[in-house]
């Protein structure tokens, strides 16, 4: 069960791309492993590239914590805190349950035997719906599995030389930024799979109180973890995976840009991207994959495997060039209804890779998905410079220095109490020394070479 939620939630949300930050992330979750009771769990410590501050544990050791979530920590012990909790859950036994995903049944009428084909070859598009891809549905924990993971996490976390109290800070730190982001709870946050209650901090403060402890050198102190921070790309979109501007997706990394129709709704997750129409009655995906020179050998390939397993012949197959791209398209259409179903394969072959667009829908988005398709195309520098977003960067705040002046000089993007909530300081308490502050600032994305 683990491993198979592992993969979904590595194909619906993904792993943020920060070595160094993951192998800390990483080693401070195997200390916590080894102070506690031996396990039969080999645990797996990530970070995934999910904007909302997060945590969350699937059976069998695998643990995961959110970019937006580790922007938040202020201490190595708050981020111990929460890494022995979500452990505590997995030593528990508190099991989550992974809520399948599957495709309207309903909405396509291709024969079975088409789409079991279409599920080999490009499972990862359709058995992840717009309305639910980059999505893992998590059952809440019960309050009762909540305060058992709390006590036992502080255990395993003083056991490790933290202060156990620290948990309690990272619950209110969370809800502070959720707070001064939203002004409520936020629905997709680490509260949706961990109610808190008002008495749980306070149950927690003196629970943690109660514990003997002996301090250990962190990993990396206050400013190293900054050091590690430093660079954290934050907010909803990390153009790492692409950026939507309006209706168009812009890629540095794979340099392509693709127009989705007016007012379809959009998605972007590791293995595609895509929209879907509003009504439910057309679907497109753009995944990429390992350049392959003639692009007819891939729809050629698709077309016998199709009548091999389904007896199914195309509707269409045709060989053209997508502006300077070479392209092949394979369609095959459903007449058995009021309005012709058709599904669509056009793999397209840039200099550095192919890419693979599917669609499928009613024939009245034909030209809806033929413009999609149309619109497929090298990036342009211009719009490469555009790619941009808020950034994690750790500045020093000047003795004396109110928080509002020192926003105004650094070019912090975000507002006062939210630059507190996330840094874990009053807003308007006087700061008699020198300290180090997170802020965000905009910036451009550059890929790696």
Known sequence: MGASMSQEVDQQIGQYYDPALAAYVDAVGKRLVAAGEPTPYSFKFAIVDQAEPNAFAAPGGYIY???GLIAQMNSEAELAGVLAHEISHVTRRHHTKQLGKQVSAGLFKLPCAAIGVI???LGNMINAPIDTAGEVALAGYSRGQESEADAYGMRRAAAAGYDPADLADALQGIDRTILALTGEQHEASYFDTHPTTPTRVADIEKQAAKLAWQPVAPLADQAGLYQRLD?????AENPQQGVFQGQ???SSDIRVSITFPPEWKTVNTPMFVGAAE??????IALGSGERVEDPSELSEALASKMYERAGIEPSERSTFRLGEWPASLVRYDDDSNEETVSLYYL????PRETFTLMAMGLESYRDDLRATAESLRQ???????????LRVRVVERRPGESLATFNQRVGNRWPGELTAAINGID??????ESQLIKIARLERYTPAP
């Open 278 to 283: 509003p009504e439910g009655g057309a679907y």
């Open 119 to 121: 599920n080999e070859d």
């Open 231 to 235: 660079g954290l790309w934050w907010g």
């Open 65 to 67: 914590v959110s970019r």
């Open 248 to 250: 168009k997706f812009l």
């Open 379 to 389: 990036l342009t520098s211009q719009e490469a410079q555009s790619i941009q977003a």
């Open 347 to 350: 793999f397209v072959s840039s």
């Open 427 to 432: 807003a308007q308490a006087p700061n008699d």
